[in-house]
């Protein structure tokens, strides 16, 4: 009789402990108005689900020993899998996602993101005005996240074998064929269609993430014609930075984080923004609303939105920070950087950009006629990859 | 447990019933097994299929659980998805003939020819690859197939034009055929190893030529080991897409590509698609019964 009675003990302290571990993490946020009001004490971990090169241990290894919060980091290829990833066993898998602008708004209208107190995050103050309340994550004035970095969609060459390109055409001309490589990803029908609004302009195409059908199958019609060219249309980041590096690629499309890796590789390789100018993003990291460490996902925030964390990682990846404290810190990294990635005066470059955004059937003039972005992915997969 | 041999007690009185019902003892101890592959297995294959009849939400992209058959008739209907299919059965089949044509001499020798020690050893180095992870086997071969690669670097040095192979369906037919070799072998092996010596021994007794008795002896017995084989690399070929993902060319996109790339936006059409090489295989399943592969597995 008292082995049963110790037994039964035992499975109630189980049980008070198992309730103990999932009640204490939300003491620290008390919630009143669905906003907590005060950061509490960390859960020790912290789970994300990041571009590659937005987790390096030059700034996660001391956010660990300031915060006792342990990053663990999972990289996704594309703003797709991010969104899938988000919503991987009903959510709450992963504490805080960065969200680029084609995947944000998904994620804020398929309820899967809790919104954010920007009062708990004093660096936000000091963001330029642009990056305060941006569409791609604040809705109806709730903030579901805080901005992070955004830069552009590079064209990269190889200074050894190519002259340097001024346009976007060098990756649609048949003398390049066998030397491009293309991200296997179908917002880069954006990339066709932006080239399209300024080399075809009878098609009238004014937001290449707007795309009426005939707009839309021109640039279908552009990338099929591309497919032969192409020599692979790379997965992940390290793909297209072999490609450059064994001399498989010399022309592509990419992005400033695979630019600053080929250099530190010392490649011979450098990256434009041709005349046509450029896709680019704008960065988010956002949280889950079931997020299981949110005391440490607001220590990130404030962590990463810090004028030091936001030049180190704006150096380090290739782009621009939004927390306009950053500028001399650049400077001081790695000489004449802030100048370079513009962030002495971000708003006006970052409105000569087209930002990442989801496309949908509303074209933003009233009218339902634009081509959504399930068309566009079975578009890419059926008729550009074949 | 604790409580020792017990005379009367509830386990005592289920194992009576047992005893005097011995249907009831078999049911008991088949459920659990059953039980798991039905939930494991089963359940998991009839949640996939009845999601290929939902559809998605356009912005969201969250799965709107509205039945039709949509995703069927985009797969009949549309030419890439054809083309797709036809080009995985073709690497497949391409990749399976080779392992076949390699394995036969290479599992004849092993079974027939080589003294016991080397037999050993050819066993081993034909599974020893399986000991390496899949991605490191998948790019030692980008390795050895990029531009300035050991291919290209041992080409220069006899002399012959460089080779430009990787990231293209060559490059794939040749890391396919090597990753799923020993898949093969083995059980080719197991086959002619059963061939008895006289069978050998009487065919030449007969005037028959060597080749002669491959052709009639040999290669007939072994057939029941290849179709086992070609199961394993049919099969493992029809579903993968990390290798079209790394060696692949810009034609490379398989069928499980194309799963890959919809499952995160369009889950219902993956789920649809995932049924093609299912049925696939039932029908390649059927053709091997008759050949007696599953007398070799």
Redesign the interface.
């Given at each position: 009789m008292r082995?049963r009675i110790r037994g039964r003990h035992l499975v109630l302290v189980a049980l008070a402990a198992l309730v103990g571990a999932l009640v204490v993490p939300s003491i620290g946020v008390s919630k009143s108005t669905g906003l907590p009001t005060s950061i509490g004490k960390g859960e020790g971990a912290l789970t994300l689900v990041a571009w590659q090169g937005y987790t390096e241990a030059a700034w996660v290894k001391p956010f660990e020993k300031q915060t006792g919060c342990k990053v663990s980091a999972k990289y996704a290829a594309s703003s797709?899998?991010m969104?899938?990833l988000m919503?991987t066993g009903g959510g709450g898998q992963y504490d805080m996602v960065s969200a680029s602008g084609d995947a944000s708004l998904?994620l804020i209208?398929?309820g899967d993101l809790a919104p954010a107190n920007v009062k708990l995050v004093p660096a936000w103050h000091n963001f330029f005005a642009a990056f305060k309340n941006p569409a791609t994550n604040t809705v109806k004035g709730v903030h579901y996240g805080i901005s992070l970095q955004f830069g552009p969609n590079l064209l990269l060459y190889n200074t050894k074998k190519e002259k340097k390109p001024t346009s976007w055409s060098v990756i649609y001309d048949a003398k390049n064929k066998g030397k491009i490589t293309i991200p296997?990803n179908p917002i880069q029908i954006a990339d066709a269609a932006l080239y399209l609004s300024k080399t075809q302009p009878s098609l009238g195409i004014t937001d290449p993430y707007e795309l009426t059908q005939t707009q839309f199958d021109a640039a279908i019609k552009l990338l099929k014609a591309q497919?032969?060219l192409?020599?692979?249309?790379w997965?992940t980041a390290s793909?297209q930075t072999?490609l450059f590096k064994?001399?498989?690629s010399t022309l592509g499309a990419s992005w400033p984080y695979m630019l600053s890796q080929l250099l530190t590789a010392k490649a011979p390789v450098a990256g434009v923004i041709p005349k046509e100018g450029a896709t680019g993003w704008l960065d988010t990291w956002m949280l889950s609303s079931k997020a299981k460490h949110p005391n440490c996902a607001y220590k990130w925030w404030n962590y990463v939105s810090s004028p030091k964390v936001q030049a180190l990682q704006a150096t380090t990846y290739g782009e621009t920070p939004v927390n306009s404290k950053a500028c001399p810190l650049m400077d001081k990294l790695s000489k004449g950087s802030c100048a370079v990635y513009k962030a002495n005066a971000p708003d006006a470059y970052y409105r000569s950009l087209k930002y990442w955004k989801?496309p949908?059937?509303d074209c933003g003039n009233g009218k339902k006629d634009c081509v959504?972005?399930?068309k566009w992915?079975?578009a890419w997969?059926?008729?550009v990859?074949? | 447990m604790?409580e020792g041999p017990a005379r009367s007690g509830p386990l005592r009185s289920l194992s009576r019933l047992a005893w005097r019902r011995p249907w009831l003892k078999a049911l008991g101890q088949l459920v659990p097994p059953l039980g798991a592959f039905v939930v494991v297995y089963v359940a998991a294959l009839v949640a996939l299929l009845i999601t290929g009849f939902w559809t998605?939400d356009?912005?969201?992209?969250?799965v709107v659980r509205v039945w039709g058959l949509g995703n069927f008739h985009?797969l009949i209907h549309?030419p890439?998805?054809r083309?797709?299919t036809v080009r995985t059965v073709l690497i497949a089949s391409a990749v399976t003939v080779t392992c076949a044509v390699l394995a036969v001499p290479y599992a004849y020798f092993m079974a027939r020819i080589a003294p016991p020690r080397l037999r050993v050893a050819l066993l081993v180095a034909s599974i020893l690859p399986l000991w390496v992870s899949y991605l490191v086997r998948v790019y030692s071969w980008?390795l050895i197939l990029?531009?300035?690669?050991a291919l290209n670097w041992a080409l220069a040095k006899l002399h012959l034009p460089q080779q430009?192979i990787?990231?293209s369906n060559t490059a794939l037919w040749l890391v396919f055929t090597y990753i799923w070799f020993p898949f093969m072998v083995l059980p080719v092996y197991a086959a002619l190893e059963r061939v008895p010596g006289s069978y050998l021994e009487a065919s030449a007794d007969l005037g028959a030529h060597a080749m002669t008795t491959f052709r009639r002896i040999v290669f007939p017995l072994a057939i029941p080991g290849i179709a086992a084989g070609s199961i394993f690399t049919f099969s493992l070929t029809l579903g993968d897409y990390i290798a079209p993902?790394?060696v692949g060319?810009?034609?490379s996109?398989l069928i499980g590509s194309?799963i890959y790339?919809?499952?995160?936006?369009?889950l219902p059409f993956a789920a649809a698609f995932s049924a093609v090489p299912l049925v696939i295989m039932a029908a390649y399943l059927v053709v091997m019964k008759r050949l007696g592969a599953f007398e070799n597995l």
């Open positions: 082995k797709d899998e969104v899938s919503r998904r209208y398929g296997n497919h032969p192409v020599k692979k249309y997965g793909d072999d064994n001399g498989a989801t949908l059937t959504p972005y399930t992915v079975t997969t059926s008729q990859l074949g | 604790t998605t356009e912005f969201t992209n969250e985009d549309t890439a998805w083309t797709v980008r990029n531009p300035d690669g430009s990787l990231y993902s790394l060319g810009t034609n996109q194309t790339s919809n499952f995160q936006l369009n």
